[in-house]
């Protein structure tokens, strides 16, 4: 199989070419018109040829595309793939709201799409399956990742809202792909959402909350972009009681492996995710994020205060009784 990549603006297409390869694809050649040090340190990893031009990349006709260019660039991307009529799946966040999402969805029934390697993660389909058909009466999900990445010169666009999306869209989609796995193509109804910033100094937000209904079941979201390890959890509740699940933080937990297999099967041919579920992911993260912005004085940097343990109260990392921790 020979696997094409246009944009290489996060750490996936590295992962993604490296399980492709394990597998015994080649990769035909690397396309990114924005970022060229990582272009070139693709190309040396992989063995594969620098193209100048996305026109340049699809005349190598490879079998499929891996498309995880900046998001600006995702659209245009996909389009040009499918008017060449080679298969793209597209890693990341596609689109950062409903103008740049409303042209994917008029891309041709056969260009396929997805965002997030977590919906492929082995423990989250078990968990799903293991759910046999019981009635779930509320979803909650988790997602956490450190925005500091985001928040360097060479990434700051990650963080523009009006551009990528910012922390709502890029660590959102995994949280709302999560929810699409327990209740597939689910449209959610926006209840309340909140978000602050904190003192970081992102230009979106460090972290938000919402709450939904989704398909009649009441749904609670909290996507974090605060520090320390990354963390995608569910919990679910049925008549059977509460259902829980940690994802394990490694490139197979994650669902990175079962990535590459759906990649080889769109080069065969196979739909690994109907894009009518991708739809509704993007649709639910853009009004999650919206709804969180529309009242900018609300929650702002002031927000946070520090937590103080009453005198005398011992603490458990054997600091001094009656000091302050965050």
Sequence with gaps: MRVAF????HSHPFSDAAGLVARGARVAGVWDQDDPARRRDFSARFGAPELPGLADLLALDPDVVVATPRTSRAAEVAEACAGAGIPVFANKTIAGDAA????WEALPAGARFTSSVLRFAPALVAF???LGGERVHAVEVHAQHDIAGFLAAERRWQDEPSGAGGTLMNIGVHAWEILDVLLPGGRAEIRSAVRTTGDSQTSSELLGSVHA?????PVSVTIAGIGGADRYAVRVWTDRGTRELVLPDDADGLGYGATAD???ALARGAVPVDPRRTSAVYRNAIAAAEAARRDEGFLGRETGAALRLPRGH???????AGSETT
Aim: hydrophobic share 50%; aromatic share 0%; proline share 0%.
């Design 128 to 130: 799903e399956t293991a």
């Design 262 to 264: 759906a990649v080889c």
């Design 213 to 217: 209904v989704v398909e009649g079941i």
């Design 314 to 320: 011992a603490r458990t990392d054997g600091d001094d």
């Design 6 to 9: 246009a944009g290489v603006a």
């Design 100 to 103: 740049a999402l409303a042209r």
